[in-house]
C-alpha cells in the first residue's frame, strides 16, 4: 500500500469528503497507487494528486481513479461536482448576470462561467444534455476556448441547459446574446425553432391511436402531464416539484438516483435551505400512492421499479423497436401501424408543467424523439405509395420546424410523386433562402441531391410500391461469419488472450454489453491476438461474427456494410448517420452477435457501432489507449519478449536455427521484438534462400537502411510507423523528433522538459500523448523510451 498518506487539511469541506473517499476506495481495493495507476494508463502521481485534498482534481483523474478501484464513478463525480462548487464559493465566484453583457467578449466570459458553474462537464456531456442537434460537441468545445459564441437562439438556450442553468433563465440569457451579437429579430428561445416572422402553427397531430389505461396496476405517463394512475383510477401527483420528483424517477426506469442528483435535477444550482428534506417529503407521500416496494430507497437515493409496459415511455420504446424490426423484415404496413400507436401516446408537451434543469432537457429530448419516430412514419408512408395523403401533414410540420431540412425532403419527394414538381422544386428554393437569411448555411448533401434528381426526372424517384409478403419473407436474417483466419503461427499473449475471453464470454451471461479494446502501438499483434480471441469466444455467439476494418472508413460506410452483413436489403438502408445506426442496433436486437472493430482511430469513431442489445460483444483494436469509451476493458499490449520473438521468428522461418541462435537473437534485437518487424525479417530469410541468418543480421546492421530491409511483399513496417507519425499532431510531431534527437535511452521528465523548453507538466502531458500514439513507451516512474524502430524513423526526419 505504500507509505502513509498526509493528513488532509482543506477548508472545502467537500473536498475533504471527496479526497476521503478516493482513499477509502484505494484501501478497499489493496492496491497501491502504481497498481491503479496501471490499469487505468495515468501516472501514479497523477491519482495520489487527486486523493491528496490539497486542491480540486480533474474529472478525468477522479474518474480514472473510481475506474481503477472498482468504485461507482456516479458518487465520484458526485462528489467531485460538489467539491467543485466549493472551492468555486470559496473564491467568491457567483452566478455571471446576463444583464451586464453588452459584448462578444463579455458574452463569452459569461458562458465559461456558466461552464465553470456547471461543474465543467465535458463537451460530450454537453451535447448530450442539450439534446439532439442544439449543440455539437466540437461546437461546444470553440465556445469553451472563446472561438466562437452560439449561431443563434436555439443553440444559446441548448449552451444554457447543457450548463444546467434554469429554464426561467434562459430568456434573459437570449436577450444578452441578441445584445452581444448585434441581432434585431425577434427570436423565440428553444423549444420553438427559429422560423421566419410568421406566427407558429402546430402540425396538426397524426390520428392518435392511444392504448387505454390498464384497469390493473399501477400506469404512469410523462409524454404529456405526469400522471399516475392505480387500477385504472386517476391520482393525486401533488406539487410542481413532486411531480419533477416523479417524473425523474420514471424516466430513469428502476434505477436509483441519489438524493444529490435528485436535489440538482428538482432546483438546479440554488436548491433551497431544507431541499433535502423536502424532497424526502415528496418520497413519502409518492410512496403511500404506490403499492409497496415500487418506490423504494436505496443507499441514500430513490428509484421506482414499476412492470413491463407499465410507462407510457417503455410502451412507446417498445413499439419503436418492434416497427424497426418490422421494417427490416420489409413489413412497412406493420411499421407504419406500430409508429402511429407510438406517436398516439404524446399528449401534448411531455412533463407539461414539471420545473427544474432535468424536466427541461427530458423535455427537449422527447420532443426530438417524437419527431424522428414521425419522420420514419412518413418516409414509410411514402414508400407505401401515400404520397396524396401526407403532403397536408407534411406542409403543417414544415410550417412549425421549417429548419427540419429532414421534413423538407419529405415533402419536396411526396410532390414530386405527385406530379406536382414545380412546387416541390419551390420547397427546395424556399429552404435555401431560409437557411441562408437565417443561418448562412447552405441546405444538406441530401436536400441538394434530391433536387437535382427532380430537375433530371429521375425514374427512381418514382412510386416505391410496398413489398409483397412474399417479398418481405424474402428479407431473412444472415448469420455472418467475417471473422478473419487465425495466424497459424501465433506465438505467446497467454495472459493477453485469456483476459479477453473472460471479458468476452461475460455476453453469455446476459448482462451489460462487454467491450474489450486492445491497444498498442503499430506492428505490435493487435489484429492476430483480437482475432485468435475471436475465433477462441466464437461459441458464445450462435448469431454470427461481424468484422470490421475501420482503417480510412467512416461510420456511415462501415454501418453500410455492418446492415448488408446482417441481411438488411441496400434499398432500405437510410441516408443519414443516425437513422443507420439505430436500424443496426434494431438488427442486433435479440441477437447474439460478436461485433470485432479493426483499426479504429478514436472512441468517436466507434460509439455509432456499439450494439444495444444484451448478448452482444464488441472488440476493438486501436493504436490509442480508449479509457474515454465508457465500460471499455482495455489490454495493452507491448512488444514480445525475447523467448517468444525467437519462437515466432523460428516458426516462420520453418526450420531449426542451430548454431545460429546468437545472430537469430540480435536479428529479433534489431527488430525492436516487434512482431510486424519480426516476420518481415523472417520472410526475408525465406525469400532467400541461400541466405543464413548471419547474413540476416549483416543486412540489418545498418541503422540506416534497417527500415528498408525490414520488407517482404505487403509486409512492411515503415508504412506503419510512417501512419503513427503523419497521425499527430503539429506539437506531437516536433516533440517527437526532439526527443529522439537525444543521446539517452531513456529519458526522465525533467530530461524531457529540458529539451523541448517545456515545463515538467506540459512535458509529461506531450510524453503520455505520445504514448497513446504508440510513438514512445513509459517505464514507469516517470521515465520514458522511443522505441528503436521509431527512432529510428525520426533519425531520417528534419530536425525541429
Not at 458574452?107 to 456547471?118: D, F, I, S, T
Not at 418520497?283 to 400512492?289: D, E, F, P
Not at 413489398?467 to 431473412?476: E, G, H
Not at 455492418?562 to 443516425?578: D, E, F, N, R, Y
Request: one cysteine or more; charged letters at 20%.
Amino acid at each position: 500500500m505504500g507509505r502513509k498518506e498526509k493528513p488532509i487539511a482543506s477548508s472545502n469541506r467537500a473536498l475533504v469528503s471527496l479526497a476521503r473517499w478516493l482513499r477509502d476506495q484505494r484501501s478497499n481495493s489493496g492496491c497501491s497507487y502504481a497498481e491503479l495507476a496501471s490499469r487505468v494508463g495515468l501516472h501514479p502521481t497523477t491519482l495520489q494528486r487527486a486523493a491528496s485534498g490539497q486542491s480540486v482534481p480533474t474529472e478525468r483523474s477522479v474518474r480514472a481513479y473510481a475506474i481503477a478501484c472498482g468504485a461507482s464513478v456516479d458518487t465520484a463525480m458526485d462528489l467531485w461536482r460538489q467539491a467543485r462548487r466549493g472551492r468555486l464559493r470559496g473564491t467568491g465566484t457567483a452566478s455571471p448576470s446576463p444583464q451586464d453583457i453588452d459584448g462578444v467578449e463579455m458574452l463569452r466570459a459569461g458562458l465559461r462561467e456558466l461552464h465553470e458553474l456547471a461543474g465543467r462537464p465535458s463537451v460530450r456531456v454537453m451535447e448530450e444534455r442539450a439534446g439532439a442537434g442544439r449543440l455539437p460537441h466540437s461546437t461546444a468545445h470553440r465556445i469553451l476556448l472563446g472561438r466562437t459564441v452560439p449561431r443563434d437562439a436555439h443553440q444559446m438556450t441548448g449552451f444554457l441547459a447543457a450548463c444546467l442553468v434554469a429554464s426561467s433563465d434562459h430568456p434573459a440569457w437570449v436577450a444578452a446574446w441578441q445584445r452581444a451579437c448585434g441581432k434585431q429579430q425577434d427570436v423565440a428561445p428553444f423549444p420553438l425553432p427559429l422560423q421566419r416572422r410568421v406566427p407558429h402553427r402546430r402540425a396538426a397531430p397524426t390520428v392518435p391511436v392511444r392504448p387505454s389505461v390498464p384497469a390493473s396496476g399501477l400506469y404512469a405517463a410523462v409524454l404529456g402531464p405526469v400522471r399516475l394512475w392505480q387500477e385504472g383510477e386517476p391520482l393525486p401527483t401533488g406539487s410542481p416539484q413532486q411531480r419533477a420528483l416523479l417524473a425523474a424517477l420514471v424516466l430513469r426506469e428502476g434505477r436509483t438516483a441519489t438524493a444529490a442528483e435528485l436535489i440538482d435535477e428538482l432546483w438546479g444550482e440554488e436548491p433551497p435551505p431544507q431541499a433535502l428534506a423536502a424532497l424526502r417529503t415528496y418520497a413519502s407521500r409518492l410512496r403511500k400512492m404506490m403499492e409497496p416496494g415500487t418506490l423504494v430507497s436505496e443507499s441514500g437515493g430513490y428509484a421506482i421499479r414499476l412492470p413491463d409496459q407499465a410507462c407510457d415511455v417503455t410502451i412507446a420504446v417498445h413499439l419503436s423497436r418492434q416497427a424497426e424490426q418490422m421494417r427490416i423484415q420489409g413489413d412497412l404496413q406493420h411499421a407504419r401501424t406500430l409508429l402511429r400507436h407510438a406517436l398516439g401516446l404524446w399528449e401534448g408537451e411531455p412533463l407539461a408543467g414539471v420545473p427544474g434543469p432535468y424536466a427541461e432537457a427530458q423535455r427537449v429530448r422527447l420532443e426530438e424523439w417524437r419527431l424522428q419516430l414521425l419522420e420514419n412514419r412518413l418516409d414509410m408512408d411514402l414508400a407505401c405509395g401515400l404520397h396524396a395523403d401526407v403532403v397536408a401533414e407534411l406542409t403543417s410540420l414544415t410550417s412549425a420546424y421549417p429548419l427540419r431540412e429532414r421534413l423538407r425532403e419529405l415533402l419536396m419527394l411526396a410532390l414530386y410523386r405527385g406530379g406536382r414538381q414545380a412546387e416541390a422544386l419551390a420547397v427546395y428554393a424556399d429552404t435555401r433562402r431560409l437557411l441562408a437569411d437565417e443561418l448562412g448555411v447552405d441546405p444538406q448533401e441530401g436536400l441538394t441531391r434530391l433536387q437535382q434528381r427532380i430537375l433530371r426526372a429521375d425514374p427512381q424517384l418514382a412510386v416505391e410500391t410496398m413489398p409483397s409478403p412474399a417479398d418481405a419473407q424474402a428479407v431473412s436474417f444472415i448469420r455472418p461469419a467475417q471473422l478473419p483466419p487465425a495466424v497459424p503461427d501465433f506465438i505467446g499473449r497467454s495472459d493477453a488472450l485469456a483476459e479477453l475471453t473472460d471479458v468476452l464470454s461475460a455476453a453469455a451471461a446476459g448482462g451489460s454489453l462487454p467491450v474489450a479494446t486492445v491497444c498498442g502501438p503499430g506492428g505490435v499483434g493487435k489484429t492476430a491476438l483480437a482475432v485468435q480471441a475471436g475465433h477462441a469466444v466464437a461459441p458464445f455467439f450462435p448469431d454470427g461474427h461481424l468484422y470490421l476494418n475501420l482503417q480510412q472508413r467512416t461510420p456511415e460506410a462501415a454501418l453500410a456494410a455492418a446492415l448488408h452483413a446482417l441481411g438488411v436489403a441496400k434499398t432500405i438502408v437510410p441516408a443519414s448517420l443516425q437513422e443507420r445506426s439505430a436500424l443496426y442496433r434494431s438488427a442486433l436486437h435479440g441477437r447474439r452477435v460478436l461485433v470485432v472493430l479493426d483499426h479504429v482511430k478514436d472512441s468517436a469513431q466507434v460509439q455509432w457501432l456499439l450494439p444495444a442489445a444484451r448478448g452482444c460483444a464488441v472488440l476493438i483494436t486501436s493504436r490509442r489507449r480508449m479509457i474515454d469509451l465508457a465500460g471499455a476493458h482495455v489490454v495493452e499490449l507491448d512488444v514480445m519478449s525475447p523467448a517468444e520473438a525467437l519462437q515466432l521468428f523460428t516458426r516462420i522461418v520453418g526450420r531449426p536455427l542451430s548454431g545460429e541462435h546468437g545472430q537469430a537473437r540480435y536479428v529479433m534485437a534489431a527488430c525492436g521484438f516487434l512482431p510486424l518487424a519480426i516476420r518481415a525479417a523472417a520472410c526475408r530469410l525465406l525469400a532467400h534462400r541461400s541466405w543464413t541468418v548471419s547474413d540476416l543480421a549483416d543486412k540489418l546492421a545498418d541503422e540506416d537502411s534497417r527500415l528498408d530491409e525490414l520488407r517482404a511483399g505487403d509486409v512492411e513496417v515503415k508504412p506503419v510507423i510512417e501512419d503513427s507519425y503523419h497521425q499527430l499532431s503539429p506539437e506531437q510531431a516536433n516533440g517527437f523528433r526532439t526527443l529522439s534527437s537525444s543521446t539517452d535511452s531513456f529519458l526522465t521528465l525533467r530530461q524531457a522538459a529540458r529539451l523541448l523548453g517545456y515545463s515538467v507538466t506540459d512535458a509529461e502531458r506531450l510524453s503520455e500523448s505520445l504514448v497513446d500514439a504508440g510513438l514512445l513507451t513509459s517505464i514507469g516512474g516517470g521515465t520514458y523510451q522511443v522505441p528503436l524502430l521509431a527512432w529510428l524513423y525520426a533519425r531520417a526526419l528534419p530536425h525541429p
